[in-house]
């Protein structure tokens, strides 16, 4: 059941506020009234669930009302038994018959009155079976002195009859409140499911557009390494070999520095050191092959040379490369043409 909104005695809008705390407030019959899923306001005796509110004080109150005035006919009526007395059964029997006219009259008319007031209710049939049934017993026997102070009691109990199916009327289901209610579930039903659909498109659009980023870096990062693997020179290096003399004919042992310019680690360097006579430069005296592990991007790394008692002169090569984040193989890969350096 939704909850309301009211406006108080200084056109404030309070609530929300659930049917039966709205109750409590004891509001009039004008106050207005919306519930949380309208924007317009109507008067609180509009609302289907407020309604019978002030149907039911309408209906005690009649009730509180009228019973006096039939009581005071009827008891104005049992003064007569006197008269009856002196004339006879004829006379009984015409006041019998005019005494039933009057109470029959007056219940007709309460009972007219409270059928327009609450129109639609199943319980104003009940009424008028039991002033049929009271109609026919007055019919079918002459109300004698005793009967008069008796149909008091019989009036009271159509009129306390009335009563108690006023008071248990606002229990009643309104039709009309229910299809509200249920078109108003339904509605929400709908609502959340297209809300999941848009929730479920948007984060199908999402991935999709996630995917096709990652497409797109992993076939700039192919690119870019297919580039370092055919142009390795350009990014790995060696530095300055600072060998120093030592004695009449050899040298110390030096430092081969290797100069990484990718952006991934190199797992192995191969340099191969060739040691030169001095007078005799196309003379290679002997060579040595060095191994760096482990270059770090973007750096460098040391490998040592050793020494040589017979040459004054040493010059570097590197001879294999292999890096593993690069998928670098060199002198040989497994790549096709064009990417021949390509390694797993």
Known sequence: MPNYYY???????????????LLKLNISADTPVRDEFQTEWKTAEQI??????????????????????????????????????????????????????????????????DIEKNKGNSNAIEILNMTTSSTDSANAEPVTTSDVNNSDTAVSTVIDADTTSTVVSPATTDPTTATNTKDK???????????????????????????????????????????????????????????????????????????????????????????????????????????IYNVPPKSGLNGKAPENKKARKAVATITSITSRQLNFCYPQGSGKSGDAYYCN
Do not use: C, H
């Not at 049992?78 to 009057?102: I, Q």
């Open 7 to 21: 406006k108080d005695a200084a056109g404030q809008e309070q609530g929300p506020l659930s049917i039966e705390e």
């Open 48 to 113: 289907a669930e407020l309604k019978n509110n002030w149907a039911t004080s309408t209906t005690n109150s009649d009730a509180v009302v009228t019973e006096p005035v039939i009581s005071k006919t009827i008891t104005a009526a049992a003064a007569t038994p006197a008269v009856a007395k002196v004339t006879g059964v004829k006379s009984t029997a015409w006041l019998s018959y005019l005494l039933s006219l009057l109470v029959l009259g007056g219940v007709g008319y309460f009972v007219y009155q």
């Open 185 to 291: 579930q339904q509605l929400l039903a709908k609502q959340k499911a297209e809300d999941e659909k848009k929730k479920q498109q948007l984060l199908a659009k999402q991935k999709a557009e996630d995917e096709k980023k990652k497409l797109l870096a992993a076939q700039a990062l192919a690119a870019k390494q297919l580039q370092m693997r055919n142009n390795w020179s350009k990014y790995i290096s060696l530095g300055s070999l600072n060998y120093q003399p030592k004695g009449d004919d050899g040298m110390t042992a030096f430092d081969v520095p290797v100069i990484n310019g990718t952006d991934v680690t190199l797992n192995k360097v191969t340099v191969r050191i060739d040691y030169y006579k001095k007078e005799k430069k196309d003379k290679i005296v002997s060579t040595e092959t060095i191994t």
